[in-house]
């Protein structure tokens, strides 16, 4: 997984209010596929955290797979980068938007 390397490039959405994150995969200098994801709010439920002195709001988020096309030999290792990410942004539920079983792809 250390020699594919993602750019993340986020982008905002005013249709649908949501969070799009465009992603690239390589190894080496060349290109081996890209990836898009949408983001969004999980039934508008807000939890509020205390954390010294200060009141928070943390919404929970789920995120879409819309697009993943990367060479063949490399799915399984850039779709693990891919969820790993999504994962330290903590989405807390990962859905595909295409016919895509997540499960082959875990660590």
């Given at each position: 997984m250390k020699s594919i390397s993602m750019k993340v490039n986020p982008l905002y959405s005013d249709m649908d209010t949501s969070i799009q994150f465009h992603f690239e995969f390589s190894k080496g200098d060349c290109k081996v596929g890209e990836a898009m994801v949408s983001t969004y709010a999980i039934n508008s439920s807000v939890t509020y955290l205390k954390s010294q002195g200060i009141t928070m709001a943390k919404q929970e988020k789920c995120a879409v797979i819309d697009?993943?096309?990367?060479?063949?030999?490399?799915?399984?290792?850039?779709?693990?980068?891919?969820?790993?990410?999504?994962?330290?942004?903590d989405m807390k539920e990962i859905h595909s938007g295409f016919d895509l079983t997540l499960n082959q792809y875990s660590e």
């Open positions: 697009h993943f096309e990367v060479v063949d030999d490399l799915t399984k290792p850039c779709m693990n980068k891919l969820q790993h990410f999504l994962r330290i942004i």
